[in-house]
Every structure is written in C-alpha cells, then in structure tokens.
C-alpha cells in the first residue's frame, strides 16, 4: 500500500490509536519501515497528539489508571507487537494512548457530572414552578371566592326591597358613618362599616336593634370588613352601635352609644 492510499484513508491516525485490523496494521507498519516520509509524518502525528493529549489533560481517578494499566499488562502472550525501528519506543505509544484515553475518561467524568447538575437544577426549578403553580391556582381560587362573595353583595344590597339606612356618629364619634341594607322580605342586614373611626384592640363595635324598648345583639361590626352580615331582628324600631369590649358584649353600653337610626 502507498503512502498516498494511507494518507487519504487515515490509517496513520487509526494506525496510532491502535484501530486498525491486524492484516492493515501490518501493512501499514512495513509502509512506516520502507518509508522515511511516511515515517515522518507518524512521527510528527504523534508529537500533535501528545501535545493536545498533555494539554487537555486531566487527572482522571486513580482507579482509571491503575484499571487501563491492569488491561495492558493482561494482553495475551501472543498480541503481536509493533516495531518499526530502535527510534520507535513503544514506550511511548503507550503513554500516549493512556493519555488519551484519561483524558476521554475524564472527559467523560465531567460531562456526566454536568449532566447530573443540569438534572439537579432542573428538578429543583420544576419544583418552584409546581409551588408557584400552585400558589396561583391558590390565590385563583380565593379571587373567585372574592368575587362570588362581592357579587352576592351587591345583589343584595342593590336588591329592590332593600332599605339603606345611614348611621352618623353622634358627638362621641362625629367622624362615624355606617351604611345598613336591610330587606324586610328576605330578613337579611348587610352593613358597610368602612366609615366607622377605627379602634383600638381591646374595643370593637356592636350592632344592637331596639324592640319595644329591648335592645337585641345583631352581631359585631368589624372594621377591617366591606360588607358584614348581621343578624335580623323582626319588629326592630330602630338600629344603634356601641362601642363594647374586643369580642362583643351580651348587653349595650349605652353610655359609649355613637350611633343610631328609625326604622
């Protein structure tokens, strides 16, 4: 075979890497031995790839050593040997496949492990999704609550039969205002209490309704609340708010009375 079949074949590379057929090997190791240009082109391959195999080296785990050293010491009696000429050390050809096949190995090491990161990452960022995935079927959820809650609000308050009453805080709380819906058919109370003065944590407001003369609990008015539902009263003649202790209270106050309004 001619230097230019084995040039364009690539058998020298293979040849070097120890790839070859035994029957190409052979024929490619007499060309090496006939042919000093061939020889030098081996040559000047193999200090390439020894550069680019010390150059990207990495020192791979020594069990990757010692088992690629375990494998060359193993080969049987009768591998057939490779011998060019007292130039050619096979000492060297075996460095250099060791390197390169450390540093495939190594190579291979890294790349798994990237692989095993990006897995990681991956899983840890679905994981986030899936929470915040959930977390917004969550906050969905109470919107739509929300909404079904307010719109049944203003259904009622915008019902037909419904009565507004304004109560105004008298000179206990002139800043008050309170709005009740009550509908005498449906017996229902809606008060609006964002007009009412805040209070303070101990003390909270409490809606009582009048009947001949007996003021009646309705339930307590919290503050932080559009729209509250209380309780109705048949035969109220009117509607009053306290101010009683955080909780309610079982009677009025009537001394801390800020507002109230006929019915």
Do not use: C
């Not at 050619?88 to 390197?99: A, G, H, V």
């Not at 719109?151 to 002139?174: E, H, M, T």
């Not at 008050?176 to 944590?201: F, I, M």
């Not at 932080?224 to 003649?237: F, G, Q």
């Amino acid at each position: 075979m001619d230097r230019k079949k084995i040039l364009e074949d690539g058998l020298l590379e293979l040849y070097l890497l120890g790839e070859l057929p035994a029957e190409q090997e052979a024929v490619v190791a007499n060309a090496l031995q006939e042919d000093s240009d061939l020889r030098a082109v081996f040559r000047s391959m193999e200090d390439e790839f020894e550069r680019m195999a010390l150059e990207n080296a990495i020192t791979p785990p020594t069990t990757v050593r010692a088992s690629l050293e375990a494998a060359m010491e193993q080969e049987p009696a009768d591998t057939k040997v490779r011998s060019l000429q007292a130039s050619e050390p096979s000492s060297r050809n075996n460095t250099l496949r060791f390197l390169v096949a450390a540093s495939f190995a190594a190579l291979f090491a890294l790349s798994s492990f990237w692989l095993y990161t990006q897995w990681q990452i991956s899983k840890e960022n679905l994981q986030v999704l899936q929470q915040q995935t959930s977390d917004l079927q969550n906050r969905l959820t109470d919107l739509e609550k929300n909404y079904q809650e307010t719109n049944n609000r203003y259904r009622q308050i915008n019902n037909p039969n419904v009565v507004p009453l304004l109560l105004v805080g008298n000179d206990r709380s002139p800043d008050s205002r309170a709005t009740a819906y009550v509908n005498h058919q449906t017996k229902e109370v809606v008060v609006n209490p964002k007009g009412l003065v805040p209070l303070d944590d101990e003390h909270t407001y409490q809606m009582w309704a009048d009947v001949e003369g007996e003021m009646i609990n309705m339930g307590v008015v919290s503050t932080d609340r559009e729209y509250i539902s209380l309780t109705y009263i048949d035969k109220a003649e009117s509607l009053n708010i306290t101010i009683e202790p955080a909780g309610g209270n079982d009677h009025p106050t009537v001394e801390r009375l800020i507002s109230n309004v006929i019915l």
